[in-house]
């Protein structure tokens, strides 16, 4: 069985599942993880992720065969001086940042010898931290990788195959493409949802109707406005380029789309969402991308005293782990009164063969 020693820089939500996934499927790999958190270390240690916890570089760098660097980039980048005298023409050193232009600069000028190949795994939630780390958060996710000028084809090679071997998907990029393709995919849609969340704030009624009614698909397409906002005003400011050509490609889009309804052009309207929605039906579902996947369901419940409790316990007793339950009130796009969001697309398929099996009318998104 293959062998590794592995350093990560950061344990938290990506890099703690990275961690996770590589002991999964590479049980005798040596890992060894820097945080600030000693809490998040004993955590890593008991539950036997790591070998060793440090709160800074030192000897147990020593002789890695990869280095993921995945804190906030600003922190990463502070740690490269540190980091030279344990770089071996092994260690293959990379990221998990989402955004790469800032970080292939910093280590092209502080560590230009290294052998760093960018990597942004395509996976996340709302949530972050190690607590919310799990072993298989990069599972079927592509992972986009932008090799730097100073490592070989056979290096590429073989962290694609490594990547691979963690079941996630490798894609290689230049790290300019990979921004501008990451702030289309990523970075705008969480401007998109903050903005609109913030229109329904700023414009609500003074008795709140807008939020009273905002459920249902209202959350589902604004979830990742709860993501961390130091996180984003981060990303933010490290993408900007790419970011504000796309805010402007957006905003013409919805000039379109004014100039459509104050005209009353009603064909217009009609063939832009026609094609819109053709091109969104193909976009493939099989994988993860760059914004966490919902697994979800919705059935039909009878409106009486201990129902979601009924179907909570049938759930449980199968052992199926619900991530939240709850009643839709605005049903206009919703079929089912009840909303039961998984943690996977496999327990979410065992929960609509078990409450169809008890007699519920399941509507699977």
Known sequence: MEKFKIAFIGLGLIGGSIAMRIRKKFPDAEIVALNRSDATLKSALADGIINNGTHEIDDSFRNCDYIFLSAPVDTNISFLEKLKPFLTEKTI?????????????????????????GGHPMAGSEKSGYANANDHLIENAYYILTPSDNVTDDEVENYKAFV?????????????????????????????????????????????????IAAGGFKDITRIASSDATMWEQICLENPENIRILIDEFMQRMRRFDDFIKDANGSELHKSFDEIKNYRNSIRDGRKGALPKIYDLHCDIIDEAGAIATIATILSTQGISMKNIGIIHNRTYEQGALHIEFYDEASKSKASQTLSRHGYTVFPD
């Open 93 to 117: 050193l990379t990221d998990a940042g989402s955004v790469k232009g800032k970080i292939h600069k910093a280590v092209n000028d502080i560590l230009p010898d290294a052998h760093f190949i």
């Open 164 to 212: 691979t071997k963690l079941d996630s998907i490798p894609l290689v990029l230049s790290p300019k493409d990979h921004d501008y393709v990451t702030a289309a995919v990523s970075h705008m849609p969480h401007i998109v949802a903050y903005s609109l969340v913030q229109t329904v704030m700023e414009t609500d009624s003074p008795e709140e109707y807008m939020k009273m």
